[in-house]
């Protein structure tokens, strides 16, 4: 399994729009390859005093902080998919910047790729 991991600062009042681009942005993930991708609204994030979670995206006061993450089978698959994304011949409207915006500061994005080093899974019959 690999993990790419994001945080980002999204206004509060387009809670819904975050939601509709994560939607299409998402599927595209899970056709190249993705095994799962969560979106997380920030509930309980708290502010600390030397860092945290909004800090590390200079959340502005009338934003609100999301945690997500993309799952991947392996790190070949994610960095396949990533290197035809970027390709400049690429094109799928759900990446285009004109039909779904979006609607947050990517500048102030922070991500990064992950190998997991332990996973702990409840027992399910």
Known sequence: MYIDGFVIAVPAGNRQKFIDH????DGLFIEMGATR???????D???GKTTDFR???KAEDDE???FSWIEWPDKATRDAAMA???SPDFKDERMDPEK????FDGKRM???GFSPVEELAEERP
């Open 64 to 66: 609100e902080i999301v």
């Open 100 to 103: 779904n915006p979006m609607p």
């Open 55 to 57: 800090m590390a995206v």
């Open 22 to 25: 994560a939607h299409g942005a």
């Open 37 to 43: 991708v969560i979106e997380c609204w920030g509930d």
């Open 110 to 112: 922070i991500f990064g």
């Open 84 to 86: 035809k994304m970027m």
């Open 45 to 47: 994030v708290p502010t």
